[in-house]
Antibody
Framework: QVQLQQSGPGLVKPSQTLSLTCAISGDSVSSNSVAWNWLRQSPSRGLEWLGR?????????DYAVSVKGRITINPDTSKNQFSLQLNSVTPEDTAVYYC?????????WGQGTLVTVSS | DIVMTQSPDSLAVSLGDRATINCKSS????????????LAWYLQKPGQPPKLLIY???TRESGVPDRFSGSGSGTDFTLTISSLQAEDVAVYYC?????????FGQGTKLEI
């Protein structure tokens, strides 16, 4: 059974970097048939896809235009996990953040992390 | 980006009655290479991540009760709950995975 366990701080100051990690069990971050995603959910934005990484002989990355330039998703094969970094955060980045596996739809999700951007 | 629009925004249904939620995409989700629509349905309860109910527009995820069914193709889709149970109270979302950026409908709140 695939399980995704999120970790990371729930409070980030404006202009700083939001960092979250998603540890995978029951699957491999290097699997060549799935993709690993970050999404967020807020009352103002609803469910918003942020980006993904996947391995098909090499690593690929796709990011949402709304966060492009500020976002990095990194796989870590040694720890079988992937991470999210979102730079220069503002209060508008306050949301519940989820990691999820797509194959083809989002069947597996992390538990969610409420991240508040506030000084 | 593909825009997903659900209707209605909220719905009140009696226990045992049928509930129907509609979803319209701004572009066809039909993949002509496999004749499948890249459309999924989820339910979400407070404090939990979304739970996958249906994918490929009409394929029920393992363990999902058969009172949940999905239909439609191209740009118009429907989620039907044939006989509403108390545990079905939730917000329901449609989702397109045809192309990135993946997008979701705004959600339909289902109440008893």
């Amino acid at each position: 059974q695939v399980q995704l366990q999120q970790s990371g701080p729930g409070l980030v100051k404006p202009s700083q970097t939001l960092s979250l990690t998603c540890a995978i069990s029951g699957d491999s971050v290097s699997s060549n048939s799935v993709a690993w995603n970050w999404l967020r959910q807020s009352p103002s934005r609803g469910l918003e896809w942020l980006g993904r990484t996947y391995y098909r002989s090499k690593w690929f990355y796709d990011y949402a235009v709304s966060v492009k330039g500020r976002i990095t998703i990194n796989p870590d094969t040694s720890k079988n996990q992937f991470s999210l970094q979102l730079n220069s955060v503002t209060p508008e980045d306050t949301a519940v953040y989820y990691c999820a596996r797509v194959s083809p739809a989002f069947a597996y999700w992390g538990q969610g992390t409420l991240v508040t951007v506030s000084s | 980006d593909i825009v997903m629009t659900q209707s209605p925004d909220s719905l009140a249904v009696s226990l045992g009655d049928r509930a129907t939620i509609n979803c319209k995409s701004s572009r066809s989700l039909l993949d002509n290479s496999n004749n499948k629509d890249h459309l999924a349905w989820y339910l979400q309860k407070p404090g939990q991540p979304p739970k996958l109910l249906i994918y490929w527009a009409s394929t029920r995820e393992s363990g999902v009760p058969d009172r949940f069914s999905g239909s439609g193709s191209g740009t118009d889709f429907t989620l039907t709950i044939s006989s509403l149970q108390a545990e079905d109270v939730a917000v329901y979302y449609c989702h397109q995975y045809d192309s990135v950026p993946y997008t979701f409908g705004q959600g339909t709140k289902l109440e008893i």
